[in-house]
Structures are given as structure tokens and as C-alpha cells.
């Protein structure tokens, strides 16, 4: 199965409604994730920095090393793309990126505009070298307006959101098969991503199951489970260990899939063995937290309401001193996006916001408790796109 394509220019056409709004000129980004966004190119390993010129008003530029450029012109829903640097038999425009931002930015008369750049992303070496390869241009922090933008999801957006879903909700069901067995974490992580990976090949031959890389490497197959059993749990997020799973354990299986970058999660807490009365208590506080918070995930409420609904739930359970920082986080091209759900976060969810739900609690080295799912906000409500069965899940 190959999913619908993704219109990058209704993307873009987004942001420079915002960018005009904000008295911006023209935008330029180099953050993967925004690049996808607006050209649908993603490189997957970043071994060489891009850059996307985009004006206020027309069509973007897409500015890649030499090296990618059958890539990007195979990918990208750009018409103009440059090549800077020197690899085989290709034209670059320029040596550098910045020489060739700088070109670019100069055919289009915005060498002294008015230019957004993205604040939370750039390390300050390479700001530097913007500024100083564009002295007269005038900088504005634009991160917000791109955040805003990806944070509401297309159908074809959603399309892919839930093809990575349904194999984290297949990858969870071969970690629940494994562990009444008792095998070591390591098994059963290596179970759900053998199970996983042998699903994409058999339903979506067609799709690239990726996420993005950085300059060190490359991630070519995002289909990732890490198992955390006992005390280990506490680390939150670790590699699965050689530790086996003993009775008594509560374990933390988690399972972070993408389909074209696009971002799903499944975590699911199950008890093996007798349990102790803390450990359960833990499992109804979460319970008791999610059925707390799930009536709020629907337009309108803020973020802030909907952690509020779980946080009560802790309190009258006994938790008041182990709250969670935040029960779940938007998901789409980034594994973590803006905003989160937790306490002071006013933003407010909108019809095709992307979340994780996760409503968490920890007890020292009995463990704790953590059911995650991707969730949309939907007209109405919300819509579970992860299916995997909840509740009080004990294994004898």
C-alpha cells in the first residue's frame, strides 16, 4: 500500500499568510523537519546543512550540497533547487551554503529584508554565518509561526500519523505476547521490532518508515521498541537491558514509530506476576487519570485543563508528590512537538492537533505506571489512532 501524497505548497501558502501577518519578507530555515514540511524532502541524514528560501510571496528555493542532489529533485516539490559544494559531475552555484543563500536571497531582492530564521533551532556558529553573509538583512525569530503552522494536520498528514499507529499498535502486541514468558527486555523489544518491520514490508513496500537524521547519521528504519521492567522503568528512557523480567515486575514497553517522518506512540505498562498493593494503586491512579482527562481532549479546552483533570486524579489517589510534568505532547514530524499537555500551557487544541496521551506515575523502585496512545482532536472530540487494549494489564 502506498499512502496519498502530501501538497507541500498548502503548506507553505500556511506560513506566508503568517509571515505577512508578522511583517516578515521572506523565511529562511534549516531545521530538517520544516524543510519536509515545506518541500517534502527529507534527506534523512543531514551530512551537510539546507537551507529553504521562502518569500512572503511565490515559490520556495531549496538550497542542498551537491551531494544530494538527485535526491532532493527525485523528493522535493520545489522547482527551483541549488547546489552549492563540489560532487561528481554536478553545477554548483557556490562553494558554500551561505555564499549560496546569499545568491539566491540576492536575485529575489531580499538582501536587506526583512527575514525570519528559526531561534530555537540554529546554534549560534551558523547564525553567525547567516549574519555575516547577509550584513544589511534584518532578522526576526520565526519558530513560532512554523510551530503553529505544523501543529494542525492534513487528512494526508493524519493518513501516514495512522499507518505508523497500527504498526506500534502491532509491535505492542507482540511485546504482550512475549512477556508472560519471562525473557530478558532486550527479547521482547527485539520481538516487536522484528514484528514491525516485517509488517512494513508486507503491507507498505511503498513507504519510507524514516525519521530524521543529524549530522552524525542517518535513521533509515524508525520502527523503534525499548522495554524497561522494575527499578530500570526509573531511567524513562534507556535501551532495553539484558535484565530479565521477573515476577513482581511492572514493565514499561515503548514503542515510537514513523511513516515518512510522521510521528506515532504506544506505550503500554503491564504487571507480571503478583502484584504489590502500591503497584495497583498505581494502575487506578492512571486509570483514573486518563477517564479524568479524556472528556477534555476536544476543541476549545486548553492544555492546561486537560493535565488539571488528570492531576486531581493523582491527588485523591495519593500522588500529590510524584506528579508528571506533562501528560502527553503534540506528535507530526517531530517525536516531541509544541505544545504539551501540562500545567500553565494555554494553548488551545484544535481539529487535527496531534497528541500523545499519557497520564504517568513512578513509585521508586516498585516502578510505575505509563499508558501512552496517539490521539487527533477531531471536530467532536478526540479519536484514539492507537488501538492497543488498556486498563489493568496483569499477567500471571
Not at 79 to 96: E, H, M
Not at 117 to 141: M, N, Y
Not at 227 to 232: M, N, Y
Not at 268 to 284: C, Y
Amino acid at each position: 500500500m502506498t499512502l496519498a501524497a502530501i501538497d507541500p505548497a498548502k503548506h507553505a501558502a500556511r506560513v506566508q499568510g503568517a509571515m505577512g501577518a508578522a511583517g516578515l519578507d521572506g523565511l529562511i530555515v534549516h531545521k530538517a523537519q520544516n524543510i519536509a514540511y515545506l518541500s517534502g524532502f527529507n534527506p534523512i541524514i543531514q551530512s551537510h546543512l539546507m537551507a529553504l528560501i521562502l518569500p512572503v510571496a511565490g515559490e520556495a528555493a531549496l538550497i542542498v550540497h551537491a551531494l544530494r542532489d538527485r535526491h532532493a529533485r527525485a523528493e522535493a516539490a520545489v522547482g527551483d533547487i541549488r547546489l552549492y559544494g563540489q560532487w561528481g559531475r554536478s553545477r554548483p552555484i557556490a562553494a558554500t551554503l551561505f555564499e549560496a543563500m546569499r545568491m539566491v536571497l540576492a536575485e529575489r531582492g531580499l538582501e536587506q529584508a526583512r527575514l525570519g530564521f528559526e531561534r530555537d533551532h540554529l546554534p549560534v556558529g551558523i547564525f553567525e554565518q547567516l549574519a555575516a553573509a547577509l550584513p544589511a538583512a534584518r532578522f526576526a525569530d520565526a519558530g513560532p509561526i512554523l510551530t503553529a503552522a505544523r501543529a494542525v494536520k492534513s487528512s494526508e498528514e493524519l493518513a501516514l500519523i495512522r499507518a505508523a499507529a497500527g504498526l506500534a499498535d502491532h509491535g505492542m502486541e507482540a511485546v504482550l505476547a512475549a512477556l508472560p514468558s519471562r525473557q530478558r527486555e532486550i527479547d521482547v523489544a527485539q520481538r516487536a521490532e522484528i514484528a514491525m518491520r516485517e509488517r512494513w514490508v508486507r503491507e507498505y513496500p511503498g513507504e519510507e518508515m524514516v525519521d530524521f537524521g543529524s549530522t552524525e547519521g542517518g535513521i533509515f528504519s524508525a520502527l523503534w521498541c525499548y522495554v524497561l521492567a522494575g527499578e530500570h522503568m526509573n531511567c524513562y528512557a534507556d535501551c532495553a537491558s539484558a535484565r530479565p523480567i521477573r515476577d513482581g515486575d511492572l514493565v514499561m514497553s515503548v514503542i515510537w514509530t514513523a511513516c515518512r517522518g510522521y510521528h506515532a506512540e504506544n506505550e503500554r505498562t503491564a504487571g507480571v506476576g503478583p502484584m504489590r498493593p502500591e503497584q495497583l494503586r498505581a494502575f487506578d491512579a492512571v486509570l483514573e487519570a486518563r477517564a479524568a482527562a479524556r472528556p477534555l481532549l476536544r476543541p476549545g479546552a486548553s492544555c492546561e485543563e486537560v493535565y488539571g483533570a488528570a492531576r486531581g486524579a493523582f491527588v485523591d489517589h495519593g500522588f500529590a508528590d510524584a506528579l508528571p510534568g506533562r501528560i502527553g505532547h503534540g506528535l507530526g514530524l517531530g517525536a516531541h512537538e509544541p505544545p504539551s499537555l501540562g500545567p500553565a500551557e494555554r494553548t488551545l487544541l484544535e481539529p487535527g492537533m496531534v497528541f500523545s496521551f499519557e497520564p504517568a506515575i513512578r513509585i521508586g523502585d516498585l516502578g510505575g505506571v505509563q499508558h501512552s496512545d496517539t490521539v487527533v482532536i477531531t471536530e467532536t472530540g478526540c479519536e484514539f489512532l492507537t488501538q492497543t487494549p488498556g486498563g489493568r494489564l496483569l499477567m500471571a
